[in-house]
């Protein structure tokens, strides 16, 4: 198989070298065949980003994966090129010459021979790290350089700001036909715990041993969502990774649900991606998302759902979807692939699952002479009924211009 994903970056890193502009990425032999790449840690006090993640943005800026006027993220930077490195045949660590406890630490690299690669002499996860297209997959990482990454951004501390749970743009009145939500738990594909929660103010989603810290996000004002243990999953090396990654989801993320829709906070040190129906995706093929820490962020809009419903309900489009999919410490490209992840978390509001559930209802059962049919789909209109009239008789500033008091349930 042709790696021309391997191929690139060998180019690109050999005319980096040559370039002379990056403090440390330098040859290490005469003859051209080892190098050094400098591999600061962003916790070390003297840590300057401008100087020592300059090489990885440079491989984020030339992916695609950055421009300026994004936020700056080293410890993915870094990550993106050490997953690149090491699942390209041309390049091989050497551990034995990489220096990591000095003051300015780096590390080695090996340029493969392209004979030796032949000879079959590369280690099989090289070989078989690409993609159809023969590029490299981007930050599909083993669970050893995941432990590499959250040890990273352990380093890049973040203050959370004094900022209200429940200021803003979700302060507003809160319905229980819409405050309700499911939330699933799933390690490795697994559905581990599902729960419901009921509390108008939503939920705090932590592991277990997590204590809170003072009244603002306290249990008395909210409910208390926890992960479920590592110790439940099957899989020596997945349950030691998982207990690594939820040692740094202590602080979780807060979840509160009303008639606008779901919002979400995060306040964790671990990254976390979403992928739903929110303010930033498209309304039927959305991209998941990072979440910036301590802001708050709509990832479900109740009022696109409806439309989309509606849509649904007159055979214009396909079913939209209720659920909102969360992933932690890993970077969520599609939904496609979550039963690959340590940890998803997917939350819908149940009502908006039972209005799905409905229509569905008045789509397989059309109206008919048979008294049962009849009773049921009288029963699904009803239900439709009530919650868009409790939707509608909210004011506040997102209400669904389409929708009206009263509106009628067309079939």
């Given at each position: 198989?042709s790696n021309?994903?391997?191929?690139?970056?060998?180019?690109?890193l050999?005319?980096?070298?040559?370039?002379?502009?990056?403090?440390?990425?330098?040859?290490?032999?005469?003859?051209?065949?080892?190098?050094?790449?400098?591999?600061?840690?962003?916790?070390?006090?003297?840590?300057?980003?401008?100087?020592?993640?300059?090489?990885?943005?440079?491989?984020?800026?030339?992916?695609?994966?950055?421009?300026?006027?994004?936020?700056?993220?080293?410890?993915?930077?870094?990550?993106r090129?050490?997953?690149?490195?090491?699942?390209?045949?041309?390049?091989?660590?050497?551990?034995?010459?990489?220096?990591?406890?000095?003051?300015?630490?780096?590390?080695?690299?090996?340029?493969?021979?392209?004979?030796?690669?032949?000879?079959?002499?590369?280690?099989?996860?090289?070989?078989?790290?690409?993609?159809?297209?023969?590029?490299?997959?981007?930050?599909?990482?083993?669970?050893?350089?995941?432990?590499?990454?959250?040890?990273?951004?352990?380093?890049?501390?973040?203050?959370?700001?004094?900022?209200?749970?429940?200021?803003?743009?979700?302060?507003?009145?809160?319905?229980?036909?819409?405050?309700?939500?499911?939330?699933?738990?799933?390690?490795?594909?697994?559905?581990?715990?599902?729960?419901?929660?009921?509390?108008?103010?939503?939920?705090?989603?932590?592991?277990?041993?997590?204590?809170?810290?003072?009244?603002?996000?306290?249990?008395?004002?909210?409910?208390?969502?926890?992960?479920?243990?590592?110790?439940?999953?099957?899989?020596?090396?997945?349950?030691?990774?998982?207990?690594?990654?939820?040692?740094?989801?202590?602080?979780?993320?807060?979840?509160?649900?009303?008639?606008?829709?779901?919002?979400?906070?995060?306040?964790?040190?671990?990254?976390?991606?979403?992928?739903?129906?929110?303010?930033?995706?498209?309304?039927?093929?959305?991209?998941?998302c990072?979440?910036?820490?301590?802001?708050?962020?709509?990832?479900?809009?109740?009022?696109?759902?409806?439309?989309?419903?509606?849509?649904?309900?007159?055979?214009q489009?396909?079913a939209?979807?209720?659920?909102?999919?969360?992933?932690?410490?890993?970077?969520?490209?599609?939904l496609?692939?979550?039963?690959s992840?340590?940890?998803?978390?997917?939350?819908s509001?149940?009502?908006?699952?039972?209005?799905?559930?409905?229509?569905?209802?008045?789509?397989?059962?059309?109206?008919?002479?048979?008294?049962?049919?009849?009773?049921?789909?009288?029963?699904?209109?009803?239900?439709?009924?009530?919650?868009?009239?409790?939707?509608?008789?909210?004011?506040?500033?997102?209400?669904?211009?389409?929708?009206?008091?009263?509106?009628?349930?067309?079939?």
């Amino acid at each position: 198989m042709s790696n021309t994903g391997g191929r690139r970056l060998k180019q690109w890193l050999m005319e980096q070298i040559q370039s002379g502009q990056y403090s440390g990425l330098q040859w290490e032999d005469e003859s051209r065949t080892l190098f050094r790449i400098p591999w600061k840690h962003a916790g070390k006090q003297d840590y300057n980003q401008e100087v020592d993640a300059s090489i990885f943005k440079a491989w984020a800026v030339f992916k695609g994966k950055f421009k300026e006027g994004d936020k700056a993220e080293p410890a993915t930077w870094k990550t993106r090129l050490r997953c690149a490195l090491n699942k390209s045949p041309d390049f091989e660590e050497v551990t034995e010459r990489s220096q990591l406890d000095i003051s300015e630490p780096y590390k080695v690299y090996r340029i493969v021979p392209e004979e030796e690669q032949k000879n079959g002499k590369t280690s099989v996860m090289a070989l078989t790290a690409t993609t159809s297209s023969g590029d490299i997959t981007d930050m599909d990482c083993s669970p050893a350089e995941l432990e590499e990454l959250i040890k990273e951004e352990e380093g890049c501390s973040i203050q959370a700001s004094p900022e209200y749970w429940s200021q803003g743009s979700i302060n507003v009145f809160s319905s229980p036909a819409f405050s309700q939500m499911m939330i699933s738990f799933y390690y490795g594909g697994k559905l581990m715990h599902s729960t419901v929660v009921n509390h108008s103010e939503g939920c705090r989603i932590s592991p277990q041993q997590h204590l809170g810290r003072g009244a603002l996000y306290s249990s008395d004002s909210m409910q208390s969502v926890h992960f479920p243990p590592a110790e439940l999953i099957e899989y020596d090396r997945q349950r030691h990774v998982t207990r690594k990654l939820l040692g740094h989801l202590e602080r979780g993320v807060l979840v509160r649900a009303n008639q606008e829709g779901i919002f979400i906070k995060r306040l964790c040190q671990s990254r976390v991606f979403w992928s739903g129906q929110g303010e930033m995706g498209s309304q039927y093929s959305p991209m998941p998302c990072k979440l910036d820490r301590d802001a708050v962020v709509k990832i479900f809009d109740t009022g696109r759902f409806l439309q989309a419903l509606q849509l649904y309900q007159e055979g214009q489009f396909p079913a939209p979807d209720p659920t909102v999919t969360l992933c932690f410490g890993e970077e969520l490209h599609e939904l496609s692939n979550a039963k690959s992840k340590l940890i998803i978390v997917q939350i819908s509001v149940v009502n908006c699952q039972h209005l799905l559930d409905a229509v569905n209802v008045r789509r397989s059962q059309p109206y008919c002479n048979n008294p049962t049919l009849e009773m049921s789909d009288s029963g699904a209109t009803d239900q439709m009924a009530r919650i868009y009239q409790d939707l509608c008789s909210y004011s506040g500033p997102q209400r669904p211009a389409c929708y009206r008091d009263n509106m009628p349930i067309t079939a």
